[in-house]
């Protein structure tokens, strides 16, 4: 079992910033690859950007230049710095991990960009 608790959404001015976490119940430098989803309403769930357990990262095309994937073993996190926010990045944001080929998720976090 992993918990996974994502936080650091909230209501910002499009221009501006936001940094979300990911905070997992476990050790997280063994797992390959770690990855930011978002749901927008109305909307289907899709990849905003991952990371793998060398650092390779990868991006939604929308985000690309915005978004930066992180991640720090030592805490056990995984972080997406999110700049130059639009409203069309208004969504839920969850991360995700697959162990032993089951998939975790987080309970979301909500990011709100106004105009």
């Known amino acids: 079992q992993v918990q996974l608790v994502e936080s650091g959404g909230g209501l910002v001015q499009a221009g501006r910033s936001l940094r979300l976490s990911c905070a997992a119940s476990?050790?997280?430098?063994?797992?390959?690859?770690m990855v930011w989803y978002r749901q927008a309403p109305g909307k289907e769930r899709e990849l905003v950007a991952l990371?793998?357990?060398?650092?390779?990262?990868n991006y939604a095309d929308s985000v690309k230049g915005r978004f930066t994937i992180s991640r720090d073993n030592a805490e056990n996190t995984v972080y997406l710095q999110m700049n130059s926010l639009k409203p069309e990045d208004t969504a839920v944001y969850y991360c995700?991990?697959?162990?032993?080929?089951?998939?975790?998720w987080g309970q979301g976090t909500l990011v709100t960009v106004s105009k």
């Open positions: 995700n991990i697959n162990v032993l080929s089951r998939d975790y």
């Open positions: 476990r050790s997280i430098s063994s797992i390959d690859v």
């Open positions: 990371i793998t357990s060398g650092g390779s990262t």
